[in-house]
């Protein structure tokens, strides 16, 4: 590998991360979060995370750094996963067109991707970042380095919940820590480093919160990000006032996440024509 590639955006973005992730973590094992120890003096308290541990409460401790490891490892494989990259070989491309044509109403033409010339699929989006055609496009995640799709995103909303969960513990730490009993000075110099991770995390907290309950909301009407904010640009949503795809919340649910129903776009597209018609 050139050494060039190791200063790529996605490798600094996912460093970027790690290091932040494992920096917090190792903030609140080692600063005071929890009410101080009355067996040691008052100006050295014991952190909650390392009481728990002196005390032989070791579940609660294991059981969050286990979830901070969960979420750096779902965070990689999301990042570093196939987001669902339309990969036709060329000799099959005008087989593809045939069967696709044949299940579409000539109504919605299929279109050939201006910038790699595949057939694009329903749903299907080029992304620039990525330069790459990905079906079911979601949209493109900055602090992933990755694009979210078809392939991709039910795990990158298991990874939103997951983190939500450690944020939101990291946050009650960071915050049992915080003393406001003391001298400006005095507080600045022994809750400054705990302040500042308690800023971080209530940040992180309400982004991911948002997304959260936004994908949960797409997932359950079965539509994507790029689809709910581009509804007027996209050939096979503008001229209908209801989304083609929403089969209801349970079968949405069950689609997203297990693959059941299972079935192509187009399939679904032209079955909710007919209805309509």
């Given at each position: 590998?050139?050494?060039w590639?190791l200063?790529s955006?996605?490798?600094?973005?996912?460093t970027?991360?790690t290091v932040?992730?494992?920096?917090i973590?190792?903030?609140?094992?080692?600063?005071d979060t929890?009410e101080?120890d009355?067996?040691r003096?008052?100006?050295?308290?014991?952190p909650q995370?390392?009481?728990w541990e002196?005390?032989g409460e070791?579940?609660?401790?294991?059981t969050?750094?286990?979830l901070?490891l969960g979420s750096?490892?779902?965070y990689?494989?999301v990042?570093?996963m196939d987001?669902?990259?339309?990969n036709?070989?060329?000799q099959f491309?005008?087989?593809?067109?045939?069967?696709?044509t044949a299940?579409?109403p000539?109504?919605?033409?299929?279109r050939?991707?201006?910038?790699?010339?595949?057939?694009h699929?329903?749903?299907?989006?080029?992304?620039?970042?990525?330069?790459?055609?990905?079906?079911?496009?979601?949209?493109?995640c900055?602090?992933?380095?990755?694009?979210?799709g078809e392939r991709n995103?039910?795990?990158?909303?298991?990874?939103?919940?997951l983190?939500?969960v450690?944020l939101?513990w990291?946050?009650?730490?960071a915050?049992?820590?915080?003393?406001?009993?003391?001298p400006?000075g005095?507080?600045?110099r022994s809750?400054?480093?705990?302040?500042?991770?308690?800023?971080l995390l209530?940040l992180f907290?309400s982004v991911?919160?948002l997304l959260?309950?936004s994908?949960?909301?797409l997932?359950?009407?079965?539509?994507?990000?790029?689809?709910f904010?581009?509804?007027?640009r996209?050939?096979y949503?503008?001229?209908?006032?209801?989304?083609?795809?929403?089969?209801?919340l349970?079968?949405?649910?069950?689609h997203?996440f297990?693959g059941?129903?299972s079935?192509?776009?187009e399939?679904l597209w032209?079955?909710?024509e007919?209805?309509s018609?």
């Amino acid at each position: 590998m050139a050494p060039w590639a190791l200063l790529s955006p996605g490798v600094l973005v996912r460093t970027g991360h790690t290091v932040l992730t494992w920096g917090i973590t190792l903030v609140l094992f080692l600063h005071d979060t929890g009410e101080p120890d009355p067996a040691r003096p008052r100006t050295h308290p014991t952190p909650q995370l390392r009481q728990w541990e002196e005390q032989g409460e070791l579940l609660l401790p294991l059981t969050f750094l286990l979830l901070v490891l969960g979420s750096l490892l779902l965070y990689l494989a999301v990042s570093l996963m196939d987001p669902g990259y339309v990969n036709v070989q060329p000799q099959f491309q005008e087989e593809l067109k045939e069967e696709q044509t044949a299940m579409v109403p000539q109504a919605i033409p299929l279109r050939r991707c201006r910038y790699c010339l595949m057939l694009h699929p329903l749903r299907a989006r080029h992304c620039h970042e990525c330069r790459r055609c990905v079906r079911r496009y979601d949209h493109h995640c900055p602090w992933m380095e990755n694009c979210v799709g078809e392939r991709n995103h039910p795990l990158f909303v298991a990874y939103l919940a997951l983190q939500l969960v450690v944020l939101l513990w990291a946050l009650c730490l960071a915050w049992s820590g915080l003393r406001f009993f003391q001298p400006w000075g005095l507080w600045l110099r022994s809750n400054g480093l705990l302040f500042a991770t308690f800023l971080l995390l209530s940040l992180f907290s309400s982004v991911a919160s948002l997304l959260l309950a936004s994908h949960l909301y797409l997932v359950a009407s079965n539509t994507t990000t790029w689809e709910f904010i581009s509804s007027h640009r996209i050939a096979y949503l503008r001229q209908r006032s209801s989304n083609p795809f929403d089969r209801g919340l349970i079968r949405n649910l069950a689609h997203f996440f297990c693959g059941w129903p299972s079935g192509s776009w187009e399939t679904l597209w032209a079955e909710e024509e007919e209805d309509s018609s």
